[in-house]
């Protein structure tokens, strides 16, 4: 089954260090890509977008092909390891570019984007100081102004990119939770948050996970996470927002409303101009979650759905999401440059206070990092490449093969559609003669899919029967693919189907047994 442990040549002759930054090395990177492509060429790729086989024989396979977990005496040479690793990834990975790769907020990446990150990466600057590299600064501060811009912020907005939408959460809430303890007379930078009294934080009860885990972490307990109800299509009720905030007492600090724009499953988008009113109300600090719906703003059709946007305080958004970057692209924009005070720091050896007035400095003071890839050059190439037009119409397309998948769950009698197609995201259950054995029955449906690796899509629960109703395991389709057709689609819900006559075959003959 497996192919065997590596037979590379151990080699004696020592590997000269050769470094990519320079003109020279630049033209060895791509001698080194072109071999890594051959060889990436060479190995089988699995048929679907995974390779088939349970996690138990992808995993050894994998590890079989990389041979003994131990560092070689003297290495093998640049195109012998390279040879190895892309041969690996390619028969033991995933394919998002696969027509039927529908799983998670995970899009295949586009080529430039991933050119400019092998040249971001040659460069190797970073981003913290100004001696660490010029270029990639003026390339992030490029982005954050065109991404400002999108968002319909004002003159003192400004942004700094991170590793993702949940490290973005987290930096929106650390500026709101100072905020917060700044308009109690406390410094929360100094003394910590023990001071702040009863702290509370309201989201949508379908807000990201990550929400709760960064209230963990910035030491306000995930106990000050108020979850606010949805309506019928999903979205956080500011009637039930106002009323939550009007029961708080005088001994609590509401910190934030962590509003979402496109929840993770659903696409849905909370009222973010009520939203926003009813916080600028009571002096509380909005941040909108767009990880997912970012991308939206690139469309003509979709763009409305985030009107409010720019009333916020803070916004995540995700490149590496819509937007069809390698990850990470993730990126924290603020309504006022001023917020980052949180996060300044003077440090000797990086960024002394007459250097800085000099003019010399970096975006240290913006970030959680210290040494930080400049990511924005992939982004930047990608917004350069296609403008707004031609990333709307990616994000249409998807759009489009989201709704096409919903009317196509509809008009399948062995399946149920859950939640339509707000963005690109489609929820929907295979239906059971027996309703209660159908969460089993659908769980088993997509790993029966995983194992063939004919299909890669995801699950979730979800409240199937309106707000409030009792959570269903479901299955989900996420559509980031701007080149898959709706035939694509049909294909995809067709394997649904063959999995669920499989997986039905499969428990008769276990009853009969
Ligand atoms: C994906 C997602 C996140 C987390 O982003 P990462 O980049 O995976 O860390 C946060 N919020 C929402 C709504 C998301 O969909």
Same mark, same amino acid.
């Given at each position: 089954m497996t192919p065997p442990t590596r037979t590379l040549p151990a080699r004696t002759d020592p590997q000269p260090p050769l470094l990519a930054g320079s003109r020279a090395?630049?033209?060895?990177?791509?001698?080194?890509?072109?071999?890594?492509?051959?060889?990436?060429?060479?190995?089988r790729r699995p048929l679907g977008p995974l390779p088939a086989g349970t996690p138990t024989e992808v995993l050894a396979a994998a590890a079989h092909a990389l041979g003994p977990a131990e560092l070689p005496a003297e290495g093998l040479g640049a195109d012998a390891a390279l040879g190895l690793l892309a041969t690996v990834l390619v028969e033991h990975g995933i394919d998002l570019s696969h027509p039927r790769a529908a799983a998670h907020l995970q899009p295949p990446a586009l080529s430039v984007a991933v050119a400019a990150d092998v040249l971001a990466s040659a460069g190797n600057a970073s981003l913290d100081t100004y001696d660490s590299g010029p270029s990639a600064l003026?390339?992030?501060?490029?982005?954050?102004?065109?991404?400002?811009?999108?968002?319909?912020?004002?003159?003192?907005?400004?942004?700094?990119?991170?590793?993702?939408?949940?490290?973005?959460?987290?930096?929106?809430?650390?500026?709101?939770?100072?905020?917060?303890?700044?308009?109690?007379? *406390?410094?929360?930078?100094?003394?910590?948050?023990?001071?702040?009294?009863?702290?509370?934080?309201?989201?949508?009860?379908?807000?990201?996970?990550?929400?709760h885990r960064a209230c963990a972490a910035l030491g306000l307990g995930e106990a000050a996470v108020h979850p606010v109800p949805v309506d019928d299509r999903r979205r956080m009720r500011p009637d039930a927002l106002r009323a939550a905030l009007g029961a708080l007492g005088p001994d609590r600090t509401p910190v934030a409303v962590v509003a979402t724009a496109?929840?993770?499953?659903f696409g849905s988008v909370d009222p973010l101009p009520q939203i926003a009113e009813i916080a600028a109300g009571h002096g509380m600090w909005t941040h909108v979650d767009a990880a997912y719906g970012f991308g939206a703003l690139f469309s003509?059709?979709?763009a409305d759905r985030l009107a409010g946007l720019e009333l916020a305080d803070s916004i995540t958004l995700d490149l590496h999401k *819509?937007?069809?970057?390698?990850?990470?692209?993730?990126?924290l924009l603020v309504s006022d440059t001023t917020a980052f005070t949180a996060l300044d720091r003077q440090v000797a050896y990086l960024n002394p206070v007459?250097?800085?007035?000099?003019?010399?400095?970096?975006?240290?003071?913006?970030?959680l990092q210290t040494t930080r890839r400049p990511d924005a050059v992939k982004a930047a190439a990608t917004l350069l490449t296609y403008g707004r037009a031609g990333l709307g119409r990616m994000v249409d397309t998807c759009h489009d093969l989201a709704r096409h998948a919903e009317r196509r769950i509809q008009a399948e009698p062995e399946l149920e559609l859950v939640a339509p197609a707000e963005l690109t995201t489609v929820l929907f259950r295979h239906r059971t003669a027996d309703p209660a054995a159908a969460d089993a029955f659908n769980a088993a449906l997509r790993r029966h899919l995983l194992e063939t690796g004919t299909a890669? *899509?995801?699950r979730t629960e979800a409240a199937t029967d309106g707000p409030g109703t009792p959570k269903r395991v479901c299955l989900k389709f996420t559509l980031l693919n701007p080149t898959a057709t709706t035939d694509d689609i049909d294909a995809l819900v067709d394997a649904v189907l063959d999995a669920g006559r499989t997986c039905a075959r499969l428990i008769k003959e276990d009853d009969a047994a």
């Open positions: 090395g630049l033209a060895d990177v791509l001698a080194r890509l072109d071999g890594a492509v051959d060889a990436a060429a060479k190995a003026a390339v992030e501060r490029w982005l954050i102004g065109a991404l400002t811009g999108l968002a319909g912020l004002g003159e003192r907005a400004d942004g700094v990119l991170t590793p993702g939408g949940s490290l973005s959460n987290l930096m929106g809430l650390l500026l709101a939770r100072d905020a917060a303890a700044h308009r109690r007379g *406390i410094d929360a930078r100094d003394q910590g948050v023990a001071a702040l009294p009863g702290p509370v934080v309201f989201c949508s009860e379908l807000a990201h996970f990550s929400t496109g929840t993770t499953d003509d059709r979709l *819509i937007g069809w970057q390698p990850a990470a692209a993730g990126v007459d250097d800085s007035e000099a003019g010399y400095d970096g975006l240290l003071g913006r970030s890669l *899509i995801g």
